[in-house]
């Protein structure tokens, strides 16, 4: 019974409190329990405590029991000690993890070294012993031998691949594999699915992989040496075929949405496989725009005209998988390393039957081709954080496609900021790609002589979008000849014809600038536009009239417009399957755990302000348990929602950020002295895992800068929401915001933590929010259900913008 003295007034509901504002309670103990403090603004005592002996403490539950022998622990005490641990966590983290990365790295790169040195020293032993047979034949009877030899070879193979292999060595996996590996893209599928099998049940270890690879390139370049197999003789005979893509366009037209201004006219022709082709022009010709227009990747623009490909009238988009678009831009994980960038792209973009030796084999010989081995472990680099050189980082841009083995390949000015080594590097690069059936175009700016010379066609256009020139490199000067212009000494050719049509340079001959698109039409049969007629006229009887298959129309009839892009409609006939959702997500989680570990230091950093801000923003927080803290967990959650919103918007990333930003808040959590840690940490993993998934579905669907501004609203709109009046109109609205799930969550979840008395006494305080004890599994499902959501949504929107 409470404890009642003359002068006592109201205290705690049934208690009363001595003068001195002290409740004093019996306590089965039998002690006294001279114990808590009245708050004078709620009229409630807290908090309840009996005391035995000077220090020891016991809870009091119900105002009438104390608990027999369990010590209270304080929770300042337990926060300080979580704190301090986290922090040691943290500066471990920040300090090893440098030293974890590179230990793992040394590992890997010796392994490497030692398979290339043994494939190296293997192929130098095939060379010797080839010479010295060689050096035993005589001369007639060499070219018989050749073929003999060959003959054998490919017999003994073919023996050996139907034997069961069951040998450890390596050195045999390797000449057993080294056939086989020139049918992997040679579109005979159970040859490739044999292979796929014997790699994979035979090559487990990193360096048996190793091995395998780098013996199959020293052999490739054997027989590069040789000129070997290895050329295109242009019906698609090829060591490695791969899926032919010719595209033909006709009348390509592009003009601006809204403004009815042609950014691209009357564009015809061919681009093939096999052959690379530059496309060239003033600066603003429209060679971006061309080269976005042929794959699909132009908005902003109505286009009328066709495309075929492979003569058929069929959507570009239907080959995505095979089509490698190298923007203009260096579009790189800065925080990855080359090897890297290029094996998740292998991984994600090639066929999923593919082995990973191969995969392998495929990234180790972009890396050798593009010359990048020896920046193979360095990372990428950002703008804060400078990595690899300029130049470098432009070719890794281009081996990300070349790694997922394309059929057509689109480049937007590769070459630009390479010196004249670095460029004829990745052109000869681009070369083998072009041997094995690859349709390259490419914008390219002032190529040296010997670049240019390495191109098979040429597309000129001039301002405007139109076509000066499309055809052989080596037939340019011919047909300009043909006008009258000729090419000055010592001048490159395409220098002198975009000096013409920049207008700084006269074309010579009896013909303007302004009139070599209409020659080229005229040349060609196409159509003229009408309103460029009157550039045939100027031209005199020469052109006109001494071409029979000009046909000049008023109406461009034969346009149409270009079908656009649909995820659900346009069907994938590139013939190639790529690994599935679940795979590419774990290639994904694995590259985000990599880039975590990696940005680890900067990670710790932002962790102990995180740490610092959850502390604070407890300490700031009301003290008061009589709304269960409900005013603390506003700031809560804003304050992670916040952080978790822009952080997942900024890293786009998922697990490890999650659980970053649940720790820092827990600090928060733990200014409470009531709730358990557990249940605040519970409900915070499901509040950063619902808005992470808005800031996902933001960043995919946003501008960067509008998805900031929007993560930024979002919670303290959502959450001033939340906390309306149940009286208000918005109230009906507040029910389905997730700040007030994660609030009535935090709120039940302390509420839990009181019984009788002491949580009768605040059932008012529920009442007012309109919080019921028994939402908090509603409220948590409600938190997870919209995260899932949201990443189904921002998955959906990554599918079908990235198409
Ligand atoms: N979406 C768009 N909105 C407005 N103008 C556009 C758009 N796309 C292209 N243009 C215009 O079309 C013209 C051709 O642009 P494009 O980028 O293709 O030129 P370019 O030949 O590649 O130039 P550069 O060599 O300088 O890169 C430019 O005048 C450009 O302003």
Known sequence: MPFRTSNSKPCC????????????????????????????????????????????????????QCEKGTELPSMQVFGVLLIALLTAVLIVVYNCSDQVISTRYERQAKSREAAAKYARDAAQARQKSRASKDAWKPSGLHGLQETLSRTFTRTKTKNASGAHVNKKDTHS?????????????????????????????????????????????????????????????GEGISLRKRPRIEVAFKELTLTLKGKRKNIMRCVSGKILPGRISAVMGPSGAGK???????????????????????????????????????????????????????????????????????????????IESLGLQGVR???????????????????????LEMVMEPSLLILDEPTSGLDSASSSLLLKALRREALEGVNISMVVHQPSYSLYKMFDDLILLAKGGLTVYHGPVDKVEEYFGGMGITIP?????????????????????????????????????????????????????????????????????????VETYNYFTTPDLSGRVTPGVIRQYRYYLGRVAKQRLRDARVQAADYIILLLAGACLGTMAEVSDVSFGYSGYQYTVIAVSLLSMIGALRTFSQDKLQYR?????????????????????????????????????????????????????????????????????????????????????????????????????????????????????????YLMGTGLGCRIIAFICLMSRSN
């Open 13 to 64: 509901e049934g208690f009363f409190c001595p003068e001195g504002l002290t409740c004093m309670i019996p306590c089965p103990l039998g002690a006294h329990c001279p114990v808590a403090k009245l708050n004078r603004d709620t009229g409630i005592c807290w908090p309840f405590y009996c005391r035995m002996g000077s220090r020891v403490r016991y809870r009091c539950f119900a105002g009438t």
């Open 173 to 233: 996996i390797d000449d057993n594999l080294e056939d086989k590996s020139s049918n992997l893209e040679s579109g005979d599928k159970s040859a490739n699915a044999k292979h796929a099998r014997k790699v994979s049940k035979e090559l487990h270890t990193r360096s048996q992989i190793f091995k395998y690879a780098y013996g199959q390139i020293e052999r490739e370049k054997a027989m590069d040496g040789m000129n070997m197999d290895m050329m295109y003789d």
């Open 288 to 366: 971006t725009t061309f080269l976005s227009a042929l794959t699909g990747k132009i908005t902003g623009c109505n286009m009328s005209g066709m495309i075929l490909i492979n003569g058929k009238n069929e959507s570009i988009h239907s080959y995505k998988k095979i089509v490698g678009f190298v923007p203009q831009d260096d579009i790189v994980h800065g925080d990855l390393t080359v090897e890297e960038n290029l094996r998740f792209s292998a991984r994600c973009r090639l066929s999923a039957d593919i082995p990973k030796a191969d995969k392998v084999l495929i990234t180790e010989r972009v």
């Open 377 to 399: 472990d360095s990372r990428v680099g950002t703008v804060e954080k400078r990595g690899i050189s300029g130049g470098q980082k432009k070719r890794v841009n281009v081996g």
């Open 489 to 561: 000494e010592h001048v490159n050719t395409p220098d002198h014809l975009i000096d013409i049509l920049e207008g700084i340079t006269k074309p010579g001959g009896d013909v303007t600038a302004q009139q070599l698109p209409v020659k080229w039409m005229l040349h060609n049969g196409y159509r003229v536009p009408p309103d460029m007629l009157h550039l045939c006229d100027q031209n005199g009887s020469s052109s006109s009239s001494s071409s029979p298959q000009v046909e000049i129309v008023e109406h461009a009839d034969g346009q149409r417009e």
């Open 661 to 781: 930003r649940e720790s820092a808040s827990g600090m928060n959590s733990l200014s409470y002295p009531r709730s358990s840690f557990q249940s605040n940490y519970l409900v915070l993993l499901c509040l950063v895992y619902c808005v992470t998934g808005i800031s996902y579905t933001l960043a995919i669907s946003l501008e960067f800068s509008q998805a900031q501004l929007w993560s930024v609203l979002l919670p303290v709109v959502l959450t001033l929401i939340a906390n309306q009046d149940k009286t208000s109109a918005i109230s009906l609205v507040s029910k389905f915001v997730f700040p007030r799930w994660a609030l009535e969550a935090f709120v039940v979840a302390n509420a839990k933590e009181y019984t009788g008395v002491w949580l009768m006494t605040r059932c008012a305080a529920l009442k007012k929010f309109d919080f019921d004890i028994h939402n908090l599994k509603k409220c948590l499902c």
